[in-house]
């Protein structure tokens, strides 16, 4: 260090209050006074003001930090769900979080409670579109109550004989491609699109029907169950996502 006498400047928590007269490879030892009232001795070498110089305790309540609940609390448009058991190279605990978009991802604490740049969200644009406004307010209420296990259960509730404005065959779930001459049968579940070219609106309806019926037996089986049922399938499906999304991929691909 350059500066000699740093007298009464601050590094981290460390206020350097006077030198002494020991010596550690040539830099002087600083009597400091800790942020917590503890009393250490620091040289030259390890005081900066690029660093958060400390008598130890900074770690112990980085650490306290880290261990901290923050189950169901939210950090922008994501909600703790649980830790993983798991830690990122500088030891930070790695939680498992919820996006409001349906997206699991796993964070440590520190970058979602940062204050510079935090993560809010698993990067989409969930957190700019909900904003404050009362549209954006009514958005994130149908995402909370609808949006579960990865599907948002009022979506597929609709009936296929009501259609949107946008379908070309009448029947939602079957488009017909001009350019090719055919039906097409289609459904997304889970994150996976199947489809099926098909000869006659006939066909495809058959085909979109037993598309369809993968996700009826989903929303069967879930309005079946209790409040805690939910809670506890809704668990098991986040701790096994890719076994779930396989499951009902592979169910749809018998169909095609």
Not at 88 to 117: A, L, M, Y
Not at 188 to 202: D, T
Request: net charge positive; aromatic share 10%; proline share 2%.
């Amino acid at each position: 260090m350059n500066k000699v006498n740093i007298k009464d400047e601050r590094f981290g928590m460390l206020v350097a209050i006077e030198a002494t007269d020991k010596r550690d490879f040539g830099n002087v030892i600083w009597k400091c006074k800790c942020d917590c009232g503890k009393i250490v001795y620091k040289s030259t070498s390890y005081l900066s003001k690029d660093r958060m110089c400390s008598c130890g305790c900074y770690a112990k309540i980085q650490h306290k930090k880290q261990r901290r609940d923050i189950s169901k609390q939210r950090f922008g448009s994501l909600v703790a769900m649980e830790p993983t058991g798991k830690s990122n190279k500088d030891k930070q605990r790695i939680w498992r979080f919820r996006c409001d978009c349906g997206k699991i991802i796993e964070k440590p604490i520190s970058e979602v409670t940062r204050k510079k740049n935090p993560t809010q969200s698993c990067g989409c644009s969930k957190a700019w579109f909900i904003g404050n406004s009362e549209h954006g307010k009514k958005q994130y209420s149908n995402l909370e109550n609808n949006y579960v296990m990865g599907t948002n259960v009022a979506e597929i509730r609709r009936k296929d004989d009501n259609p949107t404005k946008a379908n070309t065959s009448g029947y939602q779930g079957v488009t017909y491609l001009t350019t090719r001459r055919v039906f097409v049968a289609y459904c997304r579940f889970q994150g996976y699109y199947a489809q099926k070219a098909c000869h006659s609106l006939e066909e495809a309806i058959r085909v979109r029907q037993k598309m369809r019926k993968i996700r009826d037996d989903f929303i069967e089986w879930y309005d079946s169950l209790t409040e805690e049922e939910r809670q506890e399938a809704i668990q098991e499906y986040d701790n096994n996502r890719d076994f779930f999304k396989n499951y009902y991929k592979n169910k749809m691909k018998e169909i095609i």
